[in-house]
């Protein structure tokens, strides 16, 4: 079994910064690649970013140049640095053990001035 918390998301005005972190339980993290997720109001959830597990990276194009994924797999972290954010970068962000049914319970992130 694994559990996923999200955590770092917040109210934000336009242009600024959040840093999300997406600490796993459990020994298999650092064999799974891991996603970051979001999902606005009214909206389908949408991928933001996937990182393997030799560290390889891929971005929607919503969030390239502007975001980033990395990871610990010491610490069993997944991190997603949002910089330059936009209204509607507005979402519950989610994090997934890529290809499993494991998924946090989301953390919320506002953007508004």
């Known amino acids: 079994q694994v559990q996923l918390v999200e955590s770092g998301g917040g109210l934000v005005q336009p242009g600024g910064s959040l840093r999300l972190s997406c600490a796993a339980s459990g020994s298999i993290f650092r064999f799974y690649a891991m996603g970051w997720y979001r999902q606005a109001p009214g909206k389908q959830r949408e991928l933001v970013a996937i990182?393997?597990?030799?560290?390889?990276?891929n971005y929607a194009d919503s969030g390239k140049g502007r975001f980033t994924i990395s990871r610990d797999n010491a610490k069993k972290t997944v991190y997603l640095q949002m910089n330059s954010l936009k209204p509607e970068d507005t979402a519950v962000y989610y994090c997934?053990?890529?290809?499993?049914?494991?998924w946090g319970q989301g953390t919320q992130v506002t953007v508004s001035s």
């Open positions: 997934n053990l890529h290809g499993t049914d494991f």
């Open positions: 990182i393997t597990s030799g560290g390889s990276t």
